[in-house]
Structures are given as structure tokens and as C-alpha cells.
Nanobody, 117 residues
């Protein structure tokens, strides 16, 4: 199993920046890829960014050029640098990981990001 502790959410004005952090623990050696989802009120959960073990990153079209996902030197850390934030980025952001040969998904508890226009 993998557990997460997320931090860095908050209230920011449009055009501002936030950096989300996620610390994974447990069977982190079995992580295939790790990343972030988000869910806005009344909307389905949306994949924001992923980071594979080989360093490959992927982004939702809506955040390309504004958000950057990275892993820390300690591979249990993953970050999401969010720049040029928009009101439509308001959501609960969840850290997640695809783990093991059966690709189990594990989720963090979420951190709220609110962008005021």
C-alpha cells in the first residue's frame, strides 16, 4: 500500500502561483507512475499531470505551459508547480499513484485550491 500527505493548497488570486507537495510512504518502490488529479464542484475528476519512473511527464491540455510536475531527490516526493492560475483551476487536488503489477490506484486526501478572479 501507499499513503500520501499533501500540502500547499490555498487561496490565490488569478494570475498567481501555488506549489503543491505530496509525500508518499509505504510501498513506494512499486510505484509505476505518480501524479495529480483534480475535481471541481459538480464536475468529474480530471487528470492534471503524471510523472513516470523514467521521467516522462504528461499534462492535461488545460494546464500545459502553466503547470509543472516534478519528483524530488527523495523519490517519494512529487510536486505540482502551478503558475498563471485561473478561476477554472479551482478544485480539490489529489495526489495519486499507480502501483504494482496490477496497477492499483492509491489516492491522497486532497488539498483545496481556490483561485479568485
Amino acid at each position: 500500500q501507499v499513503q500520501f500527505v499533501e500540502s500547499g493548497g490555498g487561496l490565490v488570486q488569478a494570475g498567481g502561483s501555488l506549489r503543491l507537495s505530496c509525500a508518499a510512504s509505504g510501498s513506494t518502490f512499486s510505484i509505476n507512475f505518480i501524479g495529480w488529479y483534480r475535481q471541481a464542484p459538480g464536475k468529474e475528476r480530471e487528470l492534471v499531470a503524471t510523472h513516470d519512473t523514467d521521467g516522462t511527464t504528461k499534462y492535461a491540455d488545460s494546464v500545459k505551459g502553466r503547470f509543472t510536475i516534478s519528483r524530488g531527490n527523495a523519490k517519494n516526493m512529487v510536486y505540482l508547480q502551478m503558475n498563471s492560475l485561473k478561476a477554472e483551476d479551482t478544485a480539490v487536488y489529489y495526489c495519486y499513484a499507480d502501483v504494482g503489477s496490477r496497477s492499483y490506484l492509491y489516492w491522497g486526501q486532497g488539498t483545496q485550491v481556490t483561485v479568485s478572479s
